[in-house]
Each structure stands twice: as structure tokens, then as C-alpha cells.
């Protein structure tokens, strides 16, 4: 299979009534177990980083990993900037040779928003790579200090933002954040529903973890075609090294690393059946 653009994926997606699975990885053993686990359910999956990770996760390190595993891998695997937010960093990751870039302008006004992602468009497209925009305002945040406050996604606004910008997939909020809800969300599937009747881009979810199975099929079943999951990875590797280094008194680093790809790989693959209508 090969290395493709996250808009093959979420095209194909969308004639199938499914979403892709976007996976953020920050470390050979996350990159290992999430195409392990897309290799084995057969499903293609998008692998991501997003550039306020980079500190923990250096762009020349991850890149060469994330791209090479793509290309090797039995099933079309794209890679994905996550949360661009500035165009260096863009600009980097086409380098690199992604496939696919976000840019994060949410917290801009909205003329603004546009004419920055306009000029992202047009630099990916010399790469040939895709482009994700977001509107509105998730909640939580992506690894720094600032928790933003959710604003939904207005659905007219998208159309507008959609036309002009010439994105090939749009993050929404509908209620979503990102990390570990305090309580499980209330997501506005109302909103959803009149945004994909509206908007003919794919539409995106943001701050999958913590989300249920059934609101992952009803978001799914209203148009979602791309559903991001970082914090129940690094969750998962998290635990599953625990588990290991707390029942022996030496532990072994080759034991640690696949626990910790086995962590990511379980997790990713229940995500994966669940977004594929398994
Ligand atoms: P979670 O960390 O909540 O899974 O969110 C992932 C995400 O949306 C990355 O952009």
C-alpha cells in the first residue's frame, strides 16, 4: 500500500459512511503499534502530530519515523501535521514530505482565519498534499497552558469558509475538547446534522477521547469523517509500561517498548472498528 493524502482517505470515507481514524504519535513505539493495528483490521488510518508536541517530539526525528512507516505499511497510511500554527512549521512538514497539514487559525477573526488558510492551500498544493482548517473553537487544549472556551461551529459560516479557503476537511465544534472530559460531553449532534447538510467538505471531530462508541456512530452517521484520538494513546502506553515495570523488580527495556506498543495498538485498533461501523 502507500503513503496518501488524508483526502484520498476521507473521500473514500465519506462513499463509505465511515471515518478514518487520525492517530497522534509521539514516539517509535506509538508509531509501531497504530500501524500494526491498521495493518491487522486491514482499515487505512491518518498518523499525526501536533506541532505544540514537537517540543517532546522533535519535527526531524518523527517526521523521517512517521513517513517511512506510511510508505511501508500494508495499508494507505497518511501523515498528518496537527494543529499547525505557524507557517514555518507548515512549511516544514510539507518538506518532510507530509501529506496532509492543519492549520490552527480558530482563534483568529474570521477574515483572517480565511486568508490564512487560503495561503496554506495554495503552499500545500504544490506538494500536493491536503489541507484541514478549523471553525469555531474546541475546548481543552493542545499541550499548553491556555483552555479555550468551546464556541460551536456556525453552519452558514462553514459554507462561507469552506467556498473561499478550499479546504479538504474541516474541524468542527459541536461541544468537543480535547483530552479527558471531566464529565462525558453533551455534543451537539443538532449542529453537526445542519453543518453536513450544509458544508459538502468532510467534516472532522477533535478531542475523540473520552467520546462513546455510540456518539462516535451517530457523529459518524451525521457526516464525520476523520476522528482524532491522542490522549487515550498516550493514556494506554502510559498504563500498559505501569503495568509492566510494577510486577518485576528489573524491568526489561525490549519488554517495556512492546508493552508500550501494545498499549497504543489496543487502542487504536477498538477505535478503528468502531469508526469503520465494526
Ligand atoms: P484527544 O486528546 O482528546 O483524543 O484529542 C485529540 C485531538 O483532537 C488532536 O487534535
Do not use: W
Amino acid at each position: 500500500m502507500a503513503l496518501v493524502t488524508v483526502k484520498k482517505l476521507v473521500d473514500s470515507a465519506e462513499r463509505q459512511g465511515k471515518a478514518v481514524g487520525a492517530f497522534s504519535v509521539g514516539n517509535m513505539e506509538m508509531v509501531m503499534g497504530a500501524v500494526a493495528a491498521a495493518e491487522d483490521s486491514g482499515e487505512p488510518i491518518i498518523l499525526q502530530i501536533a506541532e505544540k508536541r514537537l517540543k517532546n517530539s522533535p519535527l526531524e526525528l518523527m517526521a523521517p519515523m512517521m513517513v517511512s512507516a506510511a510508505q511501508h505499511a500494508r495499508v494507505d497510511i497518511a501523515v498528518h501535521l496537527d494543529h499547525g500554527l505557524t507557517l514555518d512549521c507548515i512549511q516544514a512538514a510539507l518538506d518532510y514530505g507530509f501529506t496532509s497539514v492543519m492549520l490552527d487559525a480558530s482563534l483568529l477573526p474570521f477574515e483572517e482565519n480565511i486568508a490564512m488558510t487560503g495561503q496554506v492551500v495554495a503552499k500545500a498544493a504544490r506538494y500536493g498534499a491536503s489541507v484541514e482548517a478549523e471553525l469555531g473553537v474546541v475546548g481543552g487544549n493542545e499541550g499548553d497552558t491556555a483552555e479555550h472556551k468551546i464556541l460551536c461551529t456556525d453552519p452558514q459560516a462553514a459554507r462561507t469558509f469552506c467556498e473561499q479557503t478550499g479546504v479538504d476537511a474541516l474541524a468542527v465544534a459541536i461541544g468537543n475538547a480535547h483530552g479527558n472530559y471531566p464529565v462525558l460531553p453533551a455534543l451537539r449532534f443538532d449542529i453537526l446534522e445542519q453543518i453536513d447538510k450544509t458544508v459538502d467538505t468532510p467534516l472532522v471531530l477533535h478531542g475523540g477521547t473520552g467520546i462513546t462508541d455510540e456518539m462516535f456512530r451517530k457523529a459518524v452517521a451525521l457526516g464525520i469523517r476523520k476522528i482524532n484520538i491522542a490522549t487515550a494513546s498516550f493514556d494506554h502506553l502510559a498504563r500498559y509500561a505501569k503495568a509492566y515495570t510494577d510486577t518485576v523488580d528489573a524491568p526489561d527495556y525490549f519488554k517495556l517498548s512492546s508493552e508500550m506498543a501494545r498499549g497504543v495498538y489496543d487502542n487504536v485498533l477498538r477505535h478503528i472498528k468502531v469508526f469503520s461501523n465494526r
